[in-house]
């Protein structure tokens, strides 16, 4: 009986246990295609319209204050031309206004600042706040 047993499995097809594939397989499609790749870039590029539409609407209408540093501040502007401006600026107490064009500046008038009650200025207390809190760490760690 042990003589057959060999005979027997070499009857035996092999190929039977064999795992077949499924007829209906389809491979997905590449990650990397053409259709992918635009779309991304598409996207990117949408992104980065938006971020400079919006700078640009910021800058146009003013809506990012200017900071002033130092000594010389701007108190106000206004256009007067395409591309000339009447500017107010404070140095310590005066205010000189200066006619401003394109590759020269003209000071049109000096005055002494007004008192703070009659400039009716409005002021930004979280700036003012955090302009004090940053003089006084900067004091802090100078002493």
Do not use: C
Not at 120 to 128: E, I, L, R, V
């Amino acid at each position: 009986m042990l003589n057959r047993f060999p005979a027997l499995l070499l009857m035996i097809s092999l190929p039977v246990f064999a795992d077949t594939g499924k007829p209906s397989y389809v491979p997905p499609p590449s990650v990397i295609s053409t259709e992918n790749m635009l779309q991304m870039m598409g996207g990117l590029l949408l992104v980065l319209v938006i971020i400079g539409g919006a700078a640009w609407l910021l800058k146009r209408f003013s809506l990012i204050p200017a900071t002033a540093a130092g000594v010389i501040k701007i108190v106000a502007a206004s256009g007067v031309g395409q591309r000339e401006r009447v500017v107010v600026v404070e140095i310590d107490s005066t205010w000189l206004v200066l006619g401003v064009a394109p590759g020269r500046v003209n000071k049109l008038h000096t005055m002494q600042k007004p008192s703070e009650n009659s400039v009716s200025a409005p002021t930004n207390s979280s700036t003012n706040a955090f302009a004090d809190q940053l003089n006084q760490s900067i004091h802090k760690e100078h002493v």
